[in-house]
């Protein structure tokens, strides 16, 4: 037999064990179904029996209808289950967003009550800018480039305004936006001044001359005794007693122009010129750190508070000239303190 007719006779047997499979398959399928839908059609009687003489009630349900009907019911309880879970969720959000405005409606009754208190405050601030205003005679002023970023800001409230109607607080909040910007020209005129003054201070003997220190005022400027002669004769400056070697400073921007030593007189000591006719004096110093014809400026250590020429215990010996008349120093001592206490009133 030719290779050929083996190989079909070989072909032709593998298609009809094929094909045999493939009919044993589909019978086996086809009769899995027949039985799946005869035991589907099997019907069952289900009975409710009373204990009562009442009729016996009683129904016939296939096989199918009760999977049918265990599957409704599986789909329903699904669908509750997910429903209630939703809706359980749905109800712990809202609680949560009505904790949260419960909260929010506090914080707005705190930022109420915040923004009157701050309507007072700004009105006494109010009261103290014109009061401070009239006492510098300065002119109330604004400034027209904020004038005109809060006019931008009021358009955007009116905008608010018209959709969700006017509320006091935005009010009151425009009306103190309103007074911090009409301040601003009047606090820039009165810092103007403050440094205008300032320089000007710092060319007049207005420092305290111990550095750190108030130390103790033993002799006041004017009719005194002598305390060696014992005779009465005008005390030209003030006497600050502390202890020996602390720094003592310039009370001016000034130039040195005498340093000198007098054992029976002032010891060791310096006369500093200023501006405008001044002249400062600092005698009785045990050390000086300064040479004459130098430029100091106001607050320079100069020299340190001794006990030197004729003196009964370490002071500083203070004294101020205007040209040739000594003047009380403390006239001068006093003014920045005075502006000290106006500005804390």
Known sequence: MSPVNQ???????????????????????SLL???????????????FIPHSEKKIFNFRISVFS??????????????????????????????????????AES??????????????????????????????????SKNPQV?????????FFGVVEQEEGV???????????????????????ITELLVSHGELLVELPTLWPLKGVRGRITNYFGPAEHP??????????????YRIGTPVVATANGKVVEKKFEPMGFGHYIVIRHKYGFY???????????????????????????????????HLHYEVRIGSQVVDPMRYLSIKSGLKTASIK
Not at 10 to 22: A, F, T
Request: charged fraction near 25%.
């Open 66 to 103: 009760l999977i049918f009907f265990c599957i409704l019911l599986t789909g329903v309880l699904i669908a509750f289950f997910l429903s209630s879970t939703y809706f359980s969720g749905l109800s712990r959000l809202l609680s949560t967003k009505s904790e949260r405005l419960e909260k």
């Open 280 to 314: 400062t004096k600092y005698a009785h110093l045990r050390t000086v750190t300064v040479r004459e014809g130098e430029e100091v400026t106001q607050g320079q250590v100069i020299g340190t508070l001794g006990n030197t020429g004729l003196s009964t215990g370490p």
């Open 7 to 29: 190989y079909k006779r070989v072909e032709k047997k593998l298609s009809n064990k094929i094909i045999k499979r493939l009919k044993a398959a589909g019978n086996a399928i």
């Open 228 to 241: 060696f002669t014992k005779n009465w004769y005008l005390h030209k400056g003030v006497d600050l007693a």
């Open 167 to 189: 509320l006091k607080e935005l009010s009151e909040l425009q009306s103190l936006n309103s007074l911090l910007n009409d301040s601003i020209g009047s606090l820039q005129k």
């Open 107 to 140: 914080s707005l009754e705190v930022m109420r009550d915040e923004i009157a208190e701050l309507r007072k405050v700004a009105r006494s601030f109010e009261s103290a800018l014109k009061n401070t205003l009239s006492i510098l005679e300065v002119k109330e």
């Open 147 to 155: 004038d005109l970023q809060m006019g931008e800001f009021n358009s």
């Open 33 to 47: 179904f027949k039985n799946i839908v005869t035991i589907g059609k099997q019907r069952f009687t289900v009975m």
